[in-house]
């Protein structure tokens, strides 16, 4: 629903005016932004207290604020692809695989989900907005910053899990750096080998990203 939801607009908007496009793409922006903070002030009423799980530590969230300030800021609006492009490609594995919601065996219309998976949604259509209405276009010479990005997100996060981990008894483990999601890897190994291989797999759906993009602007160009 979310996917074809996103798909119908740019469908819809295709042939629009070049302010059309920008209005629907702030528009998704800002309201990842705005679920993104009335959670805050919404989650002592769903949970009972205020989750700091959800602090900006894993790459959904992050970008979210970093694509923001990008906006407003002249020397963060210089990397705004590589955050956009991260925050597309980690939003859209999480609307297709939304895992994080099922971990907690709830009722599929509560608020955890519902605001999960709109904020979630709303980063991927500002992604595809962004990439689909031309406000970011990728360049292949600017993969070394894509790569330089994933190491510093790494890099927070594992401050995130360092400073955080052990309170009141949780694990978070913010952008799967410091144990292996899926359990292959020991507990023991996983801390020194995660880091790395987060960057490359990240790093390796970005360049799928970059590849759809350029197919898909080389068939525009043939028709």
């Given amino acids: 629903v979310i996917l074809g939801a996103i798909l119908t607009i740019i469908f819809l908007l295709k042939n629009r005016s070049a302010a059309a496009k920008h209005r629907a793409t702030t528009a998704a ?17 769903a949970y009972g207290g205020i989750d700091i ?37 980690t939003n859209l594995i999480y609307v297709i ?20 998976l709109l904020y979630h949604g709303a980063m991927t ?11 970011v276009k990728l360049e292949w010479r600017k993969c070394p910053r894509d790569l330089a990005f994933l190491c510093v997100m790494t890099v927070w996060a594992l401050l995130g899990n360092t400073l955080y981990n052990g309170l009141d008894g949780r694990f978070f483990n913010w952008f799967f750096v410091v144990r ?44």
């Avoid at 309201?31 to 002592?44: H, I, R, V």
């Avoid at 259509?125 to 406000?135: I, K, V």
């Fill in 180 to 223: 292996d999601p899926f359990y292959i890897l020991p507990e023991g190994i996983a801390p020194f080998v995660m880091p790395f291989v987060m960057v490359a797999v990240m790093f390796f759906g970005e360049m799928l990203i970059y590849l759809g993009y350029f197919g898909c602007k080389r068939l525009h160009l043939r028709k």
């Fill in 125 to 135: 259509a500002f992604g595809l907005f962004s990439l689909c209405f031309g406000e």
């Fill in 97 to 116: 695989y939304p895992a994080g919601v099922g971990w907690y065996q709830i009722h599929p219309l509560s608020y955890r989900v519902w605001q999960t």
């Fill in 53 to 89: 799980e959800k602090l900006p530590f894993h790459a959904c969230t992050a970008t979210c604020v970093l694509c923001v300030l990008a906006r407003h800021n002249r020397f963060l609006g210089r990397f705004k692809d590589q955050f956009l492009l991260l925050g597309l490609l």
């Fill in 29 to 45: 922006l800002c309201t990842a932004a705005g679920l993104y903070a009335a959670d805050l002030f919404l989650m002592p009423f």
